[in-house]
């Protein structure tokens, strides 16, 4: 577990004298960023970070836990996460104390099936937009600023993304979207969660590397494209950050 201490800028486990120059610099920019952001003119309920539990995100949380300790922490609980993604979601909230707070849709999975069918299967993306998009996109309607773990090399739909960038909701009120890890690689963030010893999602261990509901998640199928087993090809977003858009 790490240490509930709150250290300073730079944590206690020391990283300037065991982390490569450049990967140094790049956390000291995002410590900088997030300092940077999260002033005192951004109140305790002004920014809220997004967390499905995955590596970037769990790491982002790390970071922004030092300077924000209760900072809201909003979950997708669509009703179709792994098992193992629900335990491991209430250790780390357990174990960091976190101000958890899960979204969920406005039917349940067993209604939405009765009503719909097995969206998942027929209608991927009008499953997302019910049970990812409308509650996510209504809690974050609440916060000024908005912190995600995505980079750019998580998928070719993430190319452009900025670090820092207003992201207009549907509803029209606009929010200071913040993506401190956008040009990090996956190599960057398991050696910054080795180094700070923060336990991963154990699904990455059979093989998994992008992982969101289960029904929709697989080993990916393309060694080089970490979201090749999401949405059994067929799509590469979910909606939420972006217009969801085909494969290839």
Not at 3 to 24: H, N, W
Not at 173 to 191: E, G, M
Not at 200 to 224: F, H, K
């Amino acid at each position: 577990m790490i240490s509930e201490t709150q250290p300073s800028v730079v944590p206690a486990s020391e990283p300037r004298a065991i982390l490569e120059a450049p990967l140094l610099e790049r956390l000291q920019h995002v410590q900088t960023l997030l300092e940077d952001e999260l002033s005192v003119e951004i109140g305790a309920e002004d920014a809220c970070l997004t967390c499905s539990f995955q590596a970037e995100d769990v790491l982002l949380l790390h970071l922004v836990r030092e300077l924000r300790p209760e900072i809201p922490v909003l979950f997708l609980d669509t009703g179709y996460h792994f098992a193992e993604t629900y335990a491991y979601r209430d250790r780390i909230a357990t174990d960091w104390k976190l101000n958890l707070i899960n979204l969920v849709p406005a039917q349940s999975v067993p209604e939405q099936e009765v009503e719909h069918g097995l969206l998942h299967q027929i209608a991927p993306d009008r499953c997302c937009a019910l049970r990812k998009v409308e509650p996510l996109f209504a809690a974050v309607a609440k916060y000024k600023v908005w912190l995600t773990g995505l980079r750019r090399e998580q998928a070719r739909s993430r190319a452009a993304l900025e670090e820092v960038a207003d992201f207009t909701l549907p509803s029209g009120i606009v929010v200071r979207k913040l993506s401190p890890f956008a040009d990090w690689t996956t190599r960057d963030v398991w050696q910054l969660c080795s180094r700070y010893s923060i336990p991963l999602l154990p699904l990455y261990d059979v093989g998994y590397s992008s992982i969101g509901c289960e029904p929709c998640t697989s080993i990916p199928t393309d060694p080089n494209d970490p979201r090749s087993g999401r949405w059994a090809g067929r799509k590469v977003e979910c909606g939420i950050h972006i217009q969801a858009a085909p494969n290839g």
